[in-house]
């Protein structure tokens, strides 16, 4: 089983930041891209960003571009999701996932996930 850690989520007021980290604990990123992933509640699965395994690509969905930014550390096996001008629509459950080859934001090209970390966004 290959599977994904997130940690960073929480609460924060509306115009406010949090910064997402993404982990595995028993294999190397260093050749997957990685995309995020969230989900609130009554809603579908959605993709937020990607970056390839060596930061020479990434992408974001439109509803995030200008606020969130991703990057990645391979030498420490991490991913990051800065998150800045956080807005009540953005509260979900966040997800990290790995793609053997290229980067999208399609859930379907992911094959290891983690479990998720709640963020949630206050008026």
């Known amino acids: 089983q290959l599977q994904l850690v997130e940690f960073g989520g929480g609460l924060v007021q509306s115009g406010g930041s949090l910064s997402l980290s993404c982990t595995a604990s028993?294999?190397?990123?260093?050749?997957?891209?990685i995309g995020w992933f969230r989900q609130a509640p009554g809603k579908e699965r959605e993709g937020v960003s990607w970056?390839?395994?060596?930061?020479?690509?990434?992408n974001y969905a439109d509803s995030v571009k200008g606020r969130f930014t991703i990057s990645r550390d391979n030498d420490k096996n991490m991913v990051y999701l800065q998150m800045n001008n956080l807005k009540p629509e953005d509260t979900a459950v966040y997800y990290c996932?790995?793609?053997?080859?290229?980067?999208?934001?399609?859930?379907?090209?992911?094959?290891?996930w983690g479990l998720g970390t709640q963020v949630t966004v206050s008026a």
């Open positions: 996932a790995a793609a053997p080859a290229i980067g999208t934001l399609d859930e379907n090209s992911y094959d290891y």
């Open positions: 028993d294999f190397s990123l260093d050749y997957y891209a």
């Open positions: 970056i390839s395994h060596s930061s020479s690509s990434l």
